[in-house]
């Protein structure tokens, strides 16, 4: 038996969907912001994934991929492709460790460089999407990641 929806059922469903899917709203948001910042870095060789990827291998001093990706929240095939780039251009060194087949990755002298120098070029992108997203709005989305467990 065909599951038969008429079009105006079909329409409310998606007008629902689109006001109200948390996911697709924050998705577009995440869109925005990052296209924000990477056209800001562009410049400087480097991309949102890449600038997130080097400071958290800073804020801990180094660590292993599968700690990127618990750390930031990011899928180990995102982490494993910015890795390689970010190791092509000498901006971080992977080495084996000594307790375990794993890799700890440190960030190089030309990395610690290459991240003072796009700072001003951030600090623009940040003070954009700032304006673009209020800052009531942007002291909730503190509180919500802080709720959700992920302050540095």
Not at 108 to 136: C, D, H, V, Y
């Amino acid at each position: 038996m065909e599951n038969k929806i008429g079009p105006d059922k079909v329409s409310r469903l998606v007008k629902k969907l689109f006001k109200e899917c948390i996911a697709i709203r924050i998705r577009l948001i995440n869109r925005l912001v990052t296209n924000e910042f990477d056209r800001e870095l562009e410049k400087h060789g480097i991309t949102t994934s890449q600038v997130s990827i080097l400071g958290y291998l800073l804020l801990i001093q180094g660590g292993s991929p599968s700690e990127i990706c618990k750390g930031l929240q990011i899928e180990k095939s995102t982490v494993s492709r910015n890795l390689a780039r970010l190791k092509e251009r000498g901006w971080i060194i992977a080495a084996e460790s000594r307790n375990d087949r794993s890799k700890r990755v440190t960030v190089t002298k030309a990395g610690i460089q290459t991240f003072e120098r796009m700072f001003p070029s951030w600090e623009k992108a940040l003070n954009k999407t700032k304006g673009m997203l209020g800052t009531s709005n942007v002291k909730l989305l503190n509180k919500i990641t802080k709720k959700l467990g992920f302050e540095c």
